[in-house]
């Protein structure tokens, strides 16, 4: 870290017991019994609220209030296996109900929806996103006998899915797109919708955005671990001709990541936009997807963490890791995105949990033990911060003042801060 960034925060115990009471009292708010489309336990991003109260509206809450009142794939898969660290029996085993949700709705084409309320699936078209093999792989090493027996009568359901995205998402090179930029849930991502300059919320050529289109690193790097995952399910459970064709799938998707993705001006990972046939040579935090996922080769990954993740230039800010570069000239903190369309959410730099506990992961793993207690105290800090002066945490943080931005009531994957409490403990 440069000198700029060498005070290491300090947060107290004192401080550290708040925030893991806030989760205890408040994670089980956002669980709600089984309902309509929901056959088992499910779970909103936001705590303390109706879920389902805006089944019937025109407009949803989350573009209104910022309350999310359905179960949202990834965010769903993250709370689930974050949960246990509360200690909550309540909360024991919600990622096998999670998963056996959106199973559930499957087509017979592995479709499966990534917004569900009790009597209406929201976002139609939209592919639940590639994590539950790696939820139910959680759970599974938790479980007790019959649980793992019950796991296993997934794995038909699991491939599937899977074999949907081999199939509808698949393009040039084995590497996988997205539907558009709303499925991929990172709704204003610049790296996928390309722009050149920034008009505010809107943008005349808003319908020639490639963002169906663009070979995506994180979608890519998702399905590889979630390959993987489920590899590990067959081998367990002696589908030895399943278990080697996905271990095939995901050596050579990992491969095509490290070819074709691989950006060695940016050090890190970019995506491909197969139009032009040129990188989208932008830096977000996708792009470190391969690294977050624990699939990139040494070299890289050390490039990666050293010259964009621990870059107060690039990444590391007061509060914690930003969502895009502050390099970026597209770069900004604002409540919502800019640029194309009014998007509820805003990933083009403010703090979101999510890719600060993933980045800590993989930190604490390699060796960079200071660093990720450094980035685990500043994202605390800032949690501890908008508890203070809101009684509240929002789903993101202005990443140099830590003001909280947009969706108050937030927990989904915020939960994840028990993990960057045991870094800091």
């Not at 998707?253 to 995506?271: F, G, P, T, V």
Request: aromatic share 10%; hydrophobic share 40%; glycine share 6%.
């Amino acid at each position: 870290m440069t000198e700029k960034f060498s005070t290491t925060e300090k947060v107290s115990k004192q401080e550290l017991a708040k925030l893991k009471t806030f989760f205890i009292d408040y994670a089980p708010t956002c669980v709600h019994k089984a309902e309509g489309l929901l056959k088992y336990r499910y779970t909103t991003p936001t705590y303390a609220v109706k879920a389902g109260g805006d089944d019937q509206a025109a407009v949803p809450e989350r573009s209104l209030t910022g309350h999310y009142l359905q179960m949202y794939d990834w965010d769903a898969c993250f709370f689930a296996q974050a949960a246990q660290l509360t200690g909550l029996d309540a909360l024991s085993g919600l990622g096998i109900d999670v998963v056996a949700n959106f199973l559930s709705l499957k087509e017979a084409n592995g479709q499966i929806p990534r917004t569900i309320s009790p009597q209406r699936i929201w976002d139609q078209g939209d592919q639940c996103k590639p994590f539950l093999a790696q939820t139910l792989w959680g759970e599974f090493l938790r479980a007790g006998e019959s649980a793992r027996e019950q796991i296993g009568h997934y794995l038909d359901d699991l491939d599937c899915y899977l074999k949907f995205f081999q199939r509808e998402r698949k393009k040039q090179f084995g590497l996988y797109h997205w539907r558009n930029v709303l499925e991929s849930g990172v709704d204003d991502n610049l790296a996928l919708i390309a722009p050149r300059e920034a008009a505010k919320d809107e943008d005349e050529s808003v319908g020639k955005f490639p963002d169906g289109a663009i070979l995506a690193t994180d979608l890519s790097s998702y399905l590889a671990r979630e390959f993987l995952c489920f590899a590990d399910f067959c081998a367990h459970f002696k589908r030895p001709q399943l278990e080697a064709e996905y271990r095939a799938e995901a050596k050579a998707l990992i491969a095509s990541i490290e070819e074709k993705l691989w950006n060695d001006k940016l050090a890190m990972y970019c995506n491909y936009n197969p139009l032009d046939k040129n990188a989208v040579e932008l830096r977000s935090w996708t792009g470190m997807a391969p690294v977050l996922m624990d699939l990139a080769s040494e070299e890289h990954r050390e490039r990666v963490i050293k010259d964009n993740i621990l870059n107060p230039d690039h990444f590391l800010r007061a509060h914690g890791l930003a969502s895009h570069a502050v390099s970026e000239p597209l770069a900004n903190q604002q409540r919502r995105g800019l640029y194309g369309r009014a998007i509820v959410s805003n990933w083009q730099g403010p703090v979101w949990v999510l890719p600060n506990a993933m980045a800590v992961r993989i930190l604490n793993k390699y060796g960079y033990k200071e660093e990720a207690r450094e980035i685990s105290a500043r994202v605390v800090k800032t949690l501890l911060g908008s508890l203070s002066s809101n009684n509240t945490l929002f789903e993101n943080y202005d990443a140099d003042t830590g003001k909280g931005l947009w969706a108050p009531q937030f927990m989904s994957w915020n939960i994840l801060a028990l993990e960057l409490v045991q870094t800091l403990e």
